[in-house]
């Protein structure tokens, strides 16, 4: 229920917020943290600076959860 909640809006945000929680944690699937996109925005700024540029994107996911982990 609801009652301790401001509003249902408030509620069903809750709701979603720990539904999709639990859908990512039992499917396996590890959530990239604000500090894992800075990993990988430091090494596409590394990469960028040494070609003149403000950054060289990485596009292949798999690389990109690589620094994100190490």
Do not use: H
């Not at 979603?16 to 996109?37: C, E, H, K, M, Q």
Request: charged residues 30%; proline residues 3%; hydrophobic residues 40%.
């Amino acid at each position: 229920m609801c009652i301790y909640y401001e509003s249902l809006t408030e509620c069903l945000c809750l709701y979603l917020l720990v539904r999709n929680f639990l859908y990512v944690a039992l499917a396996g699937i590890r959530p990239v943290t604000f500090s894992d996109w800075q990993k990988i925005d430091a090494v596409e700024k590394s990469r960028g600076k040494s070609r003149g540029k403000p950054r060289e994107k990485i596009v292949d996911v798999d690389e990109m959860l690589d620094i994100a982990c190490s």
